[in-house]
């Protein structure tokens, strides 16, 4: 049995045709989708679909909707080290972070456009070696210290004195220099073009301190205090408890693109970190929390409770993938890793309960979410598509002999290591692996562990297949950390010195243009080499009170609860 | 006195067999805290990473990181972690007050609860009370406490409403992760009450008590029960620190704050100067119940002398 790829785009719009996805949920996908918010635009849907709800809150003002209350919304962590963006290294932390802290630019998730936020406009030098930006004027932080270029300098330079995301998102080592032409006139030079940056800066991470804040709070910065001028002041941070957050009553400066720009409804909103998955799923149920960030094995614990309904927005990273050691036999033998990509049935794989029903058929190491249009068309012929028959077959070719339950060569059996973590397979998102591969007379050695078990591991190549992925906008970051050889974890045996070349000449690049036509190239060698299988494009699955309205998502597909609001 | 300084002489060894072995321990299990700490940067370098490696001693042979540690915990430095930088003493001396409330209030829970069913089953021997009874510790024993706790919020919480299921704040958040955490000890307590109970209730005394013409309450709590606590207060001396162990478990089911959920975040981003401070603490504590326990002996029982 052969399955023709169909793109992600198809198959969703079949499943909202037909009735299976849900009005809420197909909106919510476009908000992080371009190809399907296009699609669904198209004559005949547009009338169906409507303007999808996540890109922004169907009012202009806030009084239009209802005021006050408390929302709380649960993840397992939200601060895991510091709110100080200059010292974090936590994903969760900088979308804490940015219902505090405005940014310089705003990337909108419906089309991935990069728009002015506190930056009303900007110039790249044509070796985009220097941006120049025009800031905002009238914007005060919660302290009443003026935004101007003299704060934004400020918190570049306290950037540069850390190791943090924030550090790698203003180019690491090169960035030159930032310098005050006027008030509202900053001048930012690299060594080296670094074409990501505008789209780093509307990550919380790199969101504007108050500059007064930042230097008397010293090593509590972000601790006991911090400082911005968004739509919400911070109020306390209690550790592995909760982040608490008050609204800010004279918020002006939403991003224009967002449509709304006013004070948020909310009088307060608290983050509260719930470690448990399962409790977490129980927490919005009973209504202590409303909004709950839950994993597909506990996607059945919210189905049909009353008053609840499940949001999944695709995740900004990678593609979760089988990735192999292609530098460790059997897997160095590229029709082995063939074999096994054709022993898996992605589709019926997504149906299961560590799935439930989320995510679409991974293509390629970015998923369409990430990708210009959310176009991956042009990859499609690197795909290996399910077929259990040819799989087989090959194995049979290569002298892969069937002996009982199991093959083998010149005395080796078809048994992998595979190296996870315990939540993985808690998740029921390994041994179903083993099931399809034992189809084919292949068997996983599944050795799980904690997070560092699973990263050292890795990082030792003692391993012949692993389920990673990573979180983030920036897709050139994403393929470098994982297949550029020499890089700390890219640990997969790789060493192709065509796509080492495209890697770094996206990396390089001056424009994102550029960086996309180094990228695409790069990602069909890395699929020509066929270094795992690109297993499935994620959901962040949100358990969501209907009380909620406004909710919107950021372009990393986490929640931006700014214009949100509860109905009684 | 004498005996109390002496004991306390000989839990320093223990706290340098404790130290040593968690140091150990933590460094041999596989993770690497800064790998932990820049996954996910795309772009962070293997230069960059060993830089912040070296300023953490973490390229240090073990033998001088252990030498190095110990010298700043005798000057009563525990280190910083090197996630949040904070020191190691101030987020156990935060972390503490949370675990220390939700151990008491399993230790009374567990007291109360254990003696009383414990009397009961003694005293009903062999009748249906006794066996419910023992049936109930028995699942008790048999039960993980982490099961439990989601058992306890499954029921109380999502299904009846009755107590809140993220704990912490006010009495409402306690009670289900005090019955999560206590319900395993009080079994335990009710299990050795009957036992030694039944022990000493053939005991002459008791039967001459009862000769007397007390009254039956009077022969138990007075007579029987008090002859009985040796070692049901040994057992509630070793469930404290059972308790405290359990705590890891029971704070991270119900979102509490505490010395168990610092330890297992710790664990789980390898921040080796928390997760040993807070071990060494947690051993701490438990050195000192124990001491408590053996003087609490002598002002139970005056049979029992340290000085002879």
Not at chain 1, 55 to 84: I, K
Not at chain 1, 86 to 115: E, K, Y
Not at chain 1, 132 to 142: I, P, R, S
Not at chain 1, 450 to 456: K, T, Y
Request: proline share 6%.
């Amino acid at each position: 049995m052969t399955h023709r790829p169909r793109k992600p785009v198809d198959v969703l719009l079949a499943g909202y045709r037909s009735g299976l996805i849900s009005r809420r949920r197909i909106m919510a996908l476009a908000a992080t989708m371009p190809a399907l918010a296009a699609a669904l635009a198209r004559p005949g849907l547009a009338g169906a679909a409507g303007a999808p709800h996540a890109l922004a809150p169907a009012f202009a003002r806030a009084q239009d909707v209802p005021q006050g209350g408390e929302m709380q919304a649960a993840n397992d962590v939200w601060v895991a080290d510091t709110l100080n963006q200059h010292r974090s290294n936590f994903t969760p932390s900088r979308m804490v972070a940015r219902h505090v802290l405005d940014c310089l630019t705003w990337v909108n998730p419906a089309d991935g456009s990069i728009n002015p936020w506190l930056a009303e406009s900007w110039e790249i030098s044509p070796d985009g070696l220097e941006y120049t930006f025009t800031l905002k004027e009238g914007v005060t932080f919660h302290d009443g210290t003026p935004f101007n270029a003299e704060a934004v300098k400020a918190n570049f330079d306290n950037t540069m004195e850390g190791d943090s995301f924030a550090y790698q998102a203003l180019g690491g080592t090169a960035f030159s220099a930032a310098e005050v032409v006027d008030d509202t006139t900053l001048t930012v030079t690299f060594n080296e073009p670094h074409a990501t940056f505008l789209l780093y800066l509307s990550d919380g991470g790199t969101g504007i301190d108050s500059p007064e804040a930042l230097a008397a709070g010293g090593d509590d910065y972000g601790v006991g205090s911090l400082v911005g001028s968004g739509p919400y002041k911070f109020v306390e941070w209690v550790k592995d408890s909760h982040v608490a957050l008050e609204k800010n009553p004279d918020y002006a400066s939403g991003p224009p693109a967002f449509g709304f720009s006013g004070p948020t409804p909310l009088d307060r909103l608290t983050f509260r970190e719930v470690p448990e998955n399962s409790v977490r799923a129980a927490a919005v149920v009973n209504g202590e929390v409303q909004m709950a960030r839950i994993i597909e094995p506990n996607v059945p614990d919210v189905q049909g409770a009353e008053g609840v309904e499940i949001i999944a927005t695709p995740k900004a990273g990678s593609s979760r993938m089988y990735l192999m050691n292609t530098a460790k036999a059997p897997t160095d033998d590229i029709n082995v890793r063939r074999a096994i990509n054709m022993a898996i049935d992605k589709e019926t794989m997504l149906q299961l309960p560590g799935w439930a029903g989320y995510g679409r058929p991974g293509l390629a190491p970015l998923p369409s979410n990430m990708v210009p249009n959310g176009d991956l068309s042009m990859l499609v012929e690197y795909d290996i598509p399910y077929d259990l028959e040819g799989a087989n077959a090959l194995l049979d070719e290569n002298g892969w002999i069937l002996n009982g339950d199991l093959r083998e060569k010149d005395g080796v059996q078809l048994v992998l290591d595979m190296v996870t973590t315990t939540n993985d397979v808690d998740a029921g998102q390994i041994e179903p692996i083993d099931g399809f591969l034992n189809e084919i007379g292949a068997r996983l050695n599944i050795r799980a562990g904690d997070f560092n078990f699973w990263i050292d591991t890795v990082q030792a190549t003692d391993f012949h297949m692993t389920l990673m992925s990573d979180s983030g906008y920036i897709g050139v970051g994403i393929i470098e950390e994982f297949f550029r050889e020499g890089e700390p974890f890219a640990n997969y045996g790789l060493a192709n010195p065509e796509l080492n070349e495209l890697i770094d000449a996206a990396v390089a690049a001056p424009t994102l243009e550029e960086q996309w036509e180094n990228l695409i190239p790069a990602m069909a060698i890395i699929m020509q080499e066929v270094v795992g299988v690109m297993g499935w494009e994620q959901d962040y699955l949100d358990a969501v009170s209907t009380r909620v309205g406004g909710l919107s998502y950021n372009e990393v597909g986490f929640p931006w609860l700014y214009g949100t609001y509860l109905s009684q | 006195m004498r005996y109390a300084l002496q004991r306390l002489a000989l839990a320093v060894p223990v706290m340098l067999g404790v130290s040593a072995l968690t140091f150990l321990m933590l460094h041999l299990v596989p993770g690497d805290p800064v790998a932990a700490m820049f996954i996910g940067h795309g772009g962070a370098s293997a230069e960059q990473m060993n830089e912040v490696r070296e300023r953490l001693g973490l390229n240090d042979p073990l033998p001088v990181q252990y030498v190095n540690y110990m010298k700043n915990v005798l000057q009563g430095d525990l280190g910083r972690s090197i996630r949040t930088n904070e020191p190691v003493s101030e987020m156990i001396l935060r972390n503490f007050p949370p675990t220390l409330q939700l151990t008491l209030a399993s230790m009374g829970l567990a007291i109360v609860l254990g003696v009383s069913f414990g009397i009961i089953a003694a005293v009903k021997r062999g009748r249906i009370v006794d066996n419910v009874v023992m049936l109930i510790a028995l699942a008790g024993v048999s039960m993980p406490s982490f099961w439990l706790g989601l058992l306890l919020i499954s029921i109380f919480a999502v299904w009846l409403n009755w107590f809140p299921i993220i704990g912490g704040g006010g009495w409402r958040g306690l009670v289900l992760p005090a019955v999560a955490l206590g319900f395993a000890a009080a079994a335990i307590i009710a299990r050795m009450v009957r036992s030694s109970l039944l022990e000493v209730l053939g005991e002459n005394y008791v039967v001459t008590a009862r000769a007397k013409g007390l009254a039956e309450q009077r022969v138990i709590m007075r007579h029987a029960l008090r002859n009985a606590a040796i070692p049901v207060i040994t057992i509630v001396g070793l469930q404290f620190g059972g308790l405290l162990a359990g705590a890891v478990i029971v704070e991270q089911v119900f979102s509490r704050q505490g010395i168990g959920r610092m330890l297992v975040s710790a664990l789980q981003s390898r921040d080796f100067p928390v997760a040993q401070g807070g071990v060494l603490f947690v051993a701490v504590v438990y050195v000192l119940v124990n001491l408590l326990v053996d003087l609490l002996y002598g002002a139970i029982d005056p049979r029992i002398s340290v000085e002879r």
